[in-house]
């Protein structure tokens, strides 16, 4: 029963009654204006008291009683005609709803009501308006025995649970999107929680930009970071492997086109060591972007090959420029996961199964923490792991149930096509479009929809919509939802901590929930922001730390060179100990310059060993 909130002391009436003998209080207004979307209704603020009820309030859902129907509506605005207020008599007010379907009861006799988003019956003038039973308000948000999870509350009865169809959310993407603070990426982990549950089948990858959604996720999550990440640069394909040698500028085109040429040789003397340059023709032929290993060493090899031909002289400065490229990236600490020695093998069973949870081991959860990486790779790894996920789901048949959350989303998929990085984008494009046909379905996280590509954003079929302050990210946001529940949308810079408005495939109607409370250890940022909380008095910043992590290189060793061996300095190279370890030697009475070794006298002869 919905009982307003003002009223609760009181004894309200039972919305559950529909009688003759029903109170006349529960009337609220009468219809006086509709057309095909919405409608106004007369009432009054106040009663005949003069004490101001305040049972009209923005965002309520009323209902209007046809007879066998009730029409549902959504009150969006309230006002006065002459815009004034009488404290003799009663002030009357129009209230003006947006039409959101009905509810019709059922043929069998105690049986639930049934709401139909379409209006086959629209209110007529002078029908009665009132507040809507909560028996009436449950069958507005009844999913018809769609497999469904409870992740929250209804904005305007607590006591109502806000479900939504967990299948259709997924297998039609969907999107959460909000300003910051408002509770985004816990509402994003709450999700993730019930969808584990309810879908244990399910793989789910975070791409975490901000190294937050770990500890919030401790029982289902294994942590990926730049350290722990192997991702061979042979998986990479030849746009994907250009960005990182070209860090993030323009790529040259004669370089690339002689990497085009040159990674085909080096993966057939990987496969064929025997076979020299000779490149096979044909349908087994290998291409830049076939997945197969090779070595950087027989890269570098045909690059100097190349160069040394007489017909390739006009080439050599373009030449030289890419082999200057690629030993700069291999020797390059921050690309360690991609040029480890031990990465050479064919090591692709092996790093698909640990990003992608095959198998899983109770911990479906993969999230790759992208803070500590250089920007100019995170394109390029995301393309991987998307591109990956995609084909992963196309090759299981089905059999492999793929989530690829993309946090801070408008930044692999920007509505200017000039920014970003292009095989990111065409990676995450086919997965919103075709994913959920094979089984790969996209979650998509972000602050600023306006700056999102709208083709990703189409093809979500499920929105919640946090506050949003942003006027063009609040357009976005409507161009996306039903005319019929456009108002709803006018809460968009108002509503409160944890509240969202729901709407698409993954709800019956447009709703105003609240997300469920999570404990405070499990929101996404809390461990972070309590190691970094104000020192106590008298720690100071352990300023060499910051700085070695800034390097990111490790402590030399001390013997780096293997050759680099400690030697007796009374022997030469050539005698027969040189590089055994020194031992005690029997000096001469002769006066020796232990400089050099040797006896000023015999200056270029052999000493004499005991």
């Not at 094979?438 to 709208?454: A, F, I, K, N």
């Not at 942003?470 to 108002?487: K, L, M, W």
Request: aromatic share 6%; net charge neutral; proline share 5%.
């Amino acid at each position: 029963m919905y009982v307003e909130r003002e009223a609760s002391v009181g004894g309200p009436t039972s919305q559950e009654r529909r009688n003759a003998e029903q109170n006349d209080r529960r009337i609220l207004g009468n219809v006086v204006q509709c057309d095909g979307a919405r409608a106004t209704i007369s009432a009054y603020a106040d009663d005949i008291d003069g004490a101001v009820t305040g049972l009209w309030t923005v965002g309520k859902m009323i209902s209007i009683n046809l007879g066998t129907t009730r029409t549902v509506g959504l009150v969006y605005a309230i006002g006065k005609s002459d815009r004034a207020w009488s404290d003799e008599g009663q002030n009357a007010i129009e209230v003006s709803i947006e039409l959101i379907g009905e509810v019709r009861d059922a043929a069998e006799p105690g049986a639930k009501p049934i709401f139909d988003r379409g209006i086959t019956t629209y209110p007529h003038i002078g029908a009665v308006a009132h507040r809507i039973r909560s028996r009436d308000l449950q069958a507005v948000y009844d999913l018809a025995g769609r497999h469904s999870i409870t992740i929250g509350s209804l904005s305007q009865d607590e006591a109502i649970a806000a479900n939504i169809a967990i299948d259709d959310t997924l297998a039609r993407h969907f999107a959460i999107v909000g300003t910051t603070g408002v509770g985004k990426s816990t509402a994003v982990s709450l999700l993730l929680r019930k969808s584990i549950r309810a879908r244990p089948d399910l793989r789910i990858l975070i791409l975490d930009p901000h190294n937050e959604f770990a500890a919030s996720l401790p029982e289902y999550c294994v942590r990926v970071d730049s350290k722990t990440l192997d991702l061979p640069f042979w998986m990479f394909k030849l746009e994907e492997f250009a960005e990182v040698l070209f860090r993030g500028r323009e790529t040259d085109p004669e370089e690339l086109d002689a990497l085009r040429d040159l990674i085909p040789l080096a993966k057939n003397l990987y496969r064929n060591p025997s076979s020299g340059a000779y490149l096979r023709r044909g349908s087994d032929a290998l291409t830049a972007d076939t997945p197969v290993p090779y070595r950087i060493a027989d890269l570098l090899k045909q690059i100097d090959e190349r160069m040394g031909m007489l017909e390739s002289k006009n080439e050599r400065p373009t030449l030289k420029s890419l082999k200057t490229r690629i030993e700069s990236a291999a020797a390059d600490p921050r690309y360690r996961f991609m040029f480890n020695s031990r990465l050479i093998e064919d090591t692709i069973h092996e790093t698909i199964g640990n990003i992608f949870r095959v198998p899983h081991h109770g911990r479906p959860v993969t999230c790759f923490e992208m803070a500590g990486m250089p920007s100019e790779v995170v394109n390029s790894v995301c393309s991987v792991l998307a591109r990956l996920a995609f084909d992963l789901a196309l090759w299981s048949e089905g059999k492999l149930q793929l989530l690829l959350l993309c946090e801070e989303a408008h930044r692999y998929m920007p509505a200017d096509a000039r920014l970003g990085f292009a095989p990111t984008r065409h990676a995450l494009s086919r997965i919103a479009k075709e994913g959920r046909k094979y089984g790969c379905y996209l979650g998509v996280v972000t602050q600023r929809p306006g700056e999102l590509d709208p083709t990703i954003l189409s093809q979500c079929s499920t929105f919640f919509a946090m506050r949003l302050a942003n006027e063009q990210d609040q357009a976005i946001i409507r161009s996306a939802i039903a005319d019929s529940s456009a108002s709803t949308l006018a809460f968009l810079s108002s509503m409160g901590q944890r509240e969202a408005i729901a709407f698409g495939e993954g709800v019956a109607t447009t709703m105003r929930l609240k997300f469920e409370r999570l404990p405070a250890q499990l929101i996404p940022g809390t461990s972070r922001r309590e190691e970094t909380a104000s020192p106590k008095s008298g720690d100071d910043v352990d300023l060499v730390a910051i700085v070695e992590r800034l390097r990111n290189v490790p402590k030399p060793q001390q013997q780096a060179i293997p050759f680099a061996e400690v030697v007796d300095s009374g022997r030469q190279a050539g005698d027969p100990d040189y590089r055994k370890p020194a031992t005690a030697r029997v000096q001469s009475d002769d006066d020796f310059d232990m400089r050099y070794g040797l006896k000023p006298a015999t200056f270029g002869l052999r000493p004499q060993n005991d």
